[in-house]
């Protein structure tokens, strides 16, 4: 964390919002699993906000990753600790991550995709404690499909339900600008469902970076801003103890 702070005060940041993964569950391979100490992440970033409290204002959030079974302990474990900020992922889907191959497999692109999406309505609709939904098309990132881009107009029905959930319950979505460092020239989730969700009436769009490193910090936002005033926005969100602040999108 620290690395990440120094380069954002390199960089002259006013805020940084850390969001580490918390996945319970999450059926864990030696290639890959998201194990993470909270309460040794919890005190580290309370000594460097401590440290850092004249240079920068540091955050404290998580990214947690929704099945079905967990929502209980899951929402235990946000009530532990005093969280500004939650997003709220869908990493793995029928006791699979898209990451994987296996999860494509007996499955056209829309049959993958649509199940996808499915399962985040069930989480919108079934789970409450959140404060905007992450990357909502990052199935993208790793289907083997020569055309990878989910398309607004083939599921149009479970994205409108989808965004039209997370509106009428006051929460919000992300734009997440990974998308751009993955070669999809666009961002999570792509600019036609921001667009949607938008003329749905949206109005809290976070913007993230998922930085896993520093160089990666607020990557390409200039281009972010842009996207969000092209589909209508003034201003994009940020929160500080689970409350959305409005900050006007500097075009």
Known sequence: METMIQQAIKHKFVKLCFTDHYDYDYPSTPELAFDIDLPNYHKSFLQLKAKYKNQIKLLFGIEVGLQPHIYDITKQTIDSYPFDFVIASTHVVDRLDPYFGSYYE???????????????????????DYNVYGHLD???????YDD???????????????????IETGHGIELNTSGYRKNFNEPHPNIDIIKRYRQLGGEIITIGSDAHYPEHLAYNFDIAYEVLHDCGFKYFTVFEKRKPDYIKIPI
């Open 138 to 144: 990052y199935i993208i990132r790793y289907g083997h």
């Open 106 to 128: 007996n499955k056209t692109k829309k049959e993958a995709y649509s199940r996808y999406l499915e399962d985040i309505y069930h989480n919108v609709t079934h789970y409450d």
């Open 148 to 166: 990878k881009k989910l398309y607004y107009h083939d599921h149009k029905e479970v994205i409108d339900k989808i965004l039209s959930r997370i």
